[in-house]
């Protein structure tokens, strides 16, 4: 049975910038990189060294929590640098790729003839594991789980985000074979939530629990679907995918090959003609933006403005991301810019400012602050964009001081960073709740597990 | 204006880290402020962030106080002259001056001493300022009598942000609201400057004969009242200079609500609380305050500008939805509860919302623990059905 999934509270930021539906391909990168703080919580075991040569799917390193997880190169060619920063906590895996890619073969499976552990094995050998992430803790699943359920969000609502059924038009077969292989892996349930409006592309899934969602941002976060679906209990376990990863997992299966290769959104308010990419993980950012974006003083992020990672010009794109947006830096000062009702060209989600009267005004943010620190004051605004069942306010509190057991009480295990973006831009304080909520986490899995 | 910004950061470079006045910089980044929203980016979570900050949300309420405090100069100057002028009035901008000679100094003082201690505090804890003072020093005048010497003003303050606000760990710490402490304080400290029928009126104790009192306090000793109904909501009564005026309040209210500053939960619970209340009273009527017009209740004395502008303070109210309904409830209750019943003191809403103010994390606590509760059960549910 499916339940439909409808949110009042949230915000809808509407940001210049958006992709047009156009599909492009990048001139391929010289040199492609591997950053192992995209695995949060990951200590990675080096299995190459500098100098050799790797085949696209070989692996680089593994966890050293779990020696299961192994971590791939996208592409093939030679490890160029291992970086470090310091105590010599792994940075980058730069690898000078080959003009073609090589890849490492594994044999074409069959998920619906295969069982749980050798789907398990399959996945975990060939590198698609970390596509797996668990709640609590918003971490790569433990391969020695058993999750309750799987949750599929293919309804992206952040700001400027890929839309999910225009990347994946093509892709349904492999999608398809992705969820049979990821049905295998849980006691329960594969849910998978799609816009409310309109006729998904993905209605004819097979094998899954079809959710239709409604409501403002965050109500394409899994977060948001799980809490209204099957809210999490102290001690259970429930795996996410993201769309573009269940489809690349597909591909696994139907060709015996680790692809990296996604289509990503390059959106932003610096990009001109804003449209859809074809890009291998890990590429750099000069060759998907060169040429693209307007001015200099501008932030690149690869992920979308509420929870995406700063990166640097020469750097390279992120494991996960399917949207990179370029925004302009904030680093100007603006005379009385607290004053109210002054500024329009800054949103504001309060009513102190204009923004309210004019819906459906598109906007430019910069990444300024707009403002400072300062202590927590005004209430009831986090709760204004917090539809999940739980007190955002005395929740961060708690995380706060450490308190475990006030946090465990009032809904730790349900949250993610991601779920207290929107809290990061409206509050008044200028309060880091997503970084409150990160560190709270990785205490949890120290003390609790 | 590039050239002022160039000047601004010139003088600040000695202020700079590792230079010589390293230590005052919050004092200078708290002026610079008020030029300028800072340059500062985001380092972690978000990359764009809401205009809004503390310094927005807090102007916003002094502006929503501006109608009641420019009402209340010009009322400080009309009852002083047509108390003691023999009913003559004046022309209008005498009167107005009469009163700005009055409040003005008292906002001033307020103010320096408020934000000497704050800024004081900050260097002293390296904190930025904050920006919570811009309305409690507003307040504390708003709420005085007019006659009320300077030098306690003074005192009282230092009461209430040393004691009140900077013990408890400062801004967004406080238990109580820091203007109704002072006031407390100052009632307390010297009642005779708070109280009786001198002090309402600017001047009156140097002329005999003038029956300056409030209507609260004239009612509490059993006389008549000698106002309309009108007159009280349009505030041409004798009070402390900003509660007088509901009309003027209440056009803060609509400031405060429709920016979505001050909680209309509370103010409306607040004034649902007072009427149910006061027209309890009515019912049973046996005294002249129980006696007293449930709508009168609500326009005269400084209840509108207590929950309107007091109750409504977020860090020491109920901070949870449910939890500001409940709140607003109980101080409408106990406003007029405490007006009636203690004739010693007929002002009820300041002592209400001093008293709520310390239940407040006591109504959190129960509104949260549902929240607990549901996801035990719901823990308690799973566990079962594992088991089964």
Redesign the interface.
Known sequence: MSKDIRIKKGLD?KLKGEAAHKIADTTRSKVYAVKPSDFHGVNPKMVVKEGDNVKAGEVIFYSKADEKVKFVAPVSGKIQEIKRGEKRVILEILIAADSQDVFVEHSKKNPNDLSTEEVKAHLLASGCWPFINQRPYDVIANSADTPKAIFISAHATAPLAADVEFVLANKLEAFQVGIDALTKLTSGKVHLSVKGKGKSIFSDVKGVSLHQVYGPHPAGNVGVQIAKIS?I??G?RVWTVTPQDVAIIGELFLTGKFNATRTVALAGSEVKDAQYYNVISGAAVSDLVAGKIEGDNV?V?SGD????A?VNMDGNLGFYSNTV?V?P????????????FA?PS????????L?WLMPGKKYA????????????????EM?AVMPL???P??LLKACLASDIDKME???IYEVA?EDF??I???????L????IIREALDLMIKEVG | MKFLRDKIDQIKKPFEKGQKFEKFAPAINALDTFLYVPNHTTKHGAHIRDAVDLKRTMITVVLALVPALLFGIYNAGYQHFIQLNDGVLPPFMDIFLHGLWKVLPMIIVSYAVGLGIEFAFAIFRGHEVNEGYLVSGLLIPMVMPVDFPLWMLAISVAFAVVIGKEAFGGTGMNVFNPALLARAFAFFAYPTFMSGDKIWVSDASTIDGVSGETILGSLAQGKEVAYSTMEMFLGFIPGSVGETSVLAILIGAFVLIATGVGSWKIMVSGVVGAAATALMFNAVGLTALMNFDWVNHLVVGGFAFGIVFMATDPVSAAQTDKGKIIYGLLIGFFSITIRVFNPAYPEGVMLAILLMNTLAPTIDYFVVNGNITKRKKRLAKAKQLKSA
């Open positions: 930021l809210p209990n102290a259970e932030r992020i403005v509420l929870t995406g700063k947006t925004i830096e904030g680093n100007v000062y603006r005379m009385f810019g607290w004053m109210p500024s800054v949103h504001s989600a309060s009513r102190t400012g923004s943010p910069n990444t300024n602050l707009n403002g400072e620190e300062r202590a927590l004051v005004v209430t009831g709760e069942d739980i007190f306010m005395q009480s009032l809904g960073p973006a929107l990061d831009y409206t509050n008044t304080s200028k880091e709740a997503q970084q």
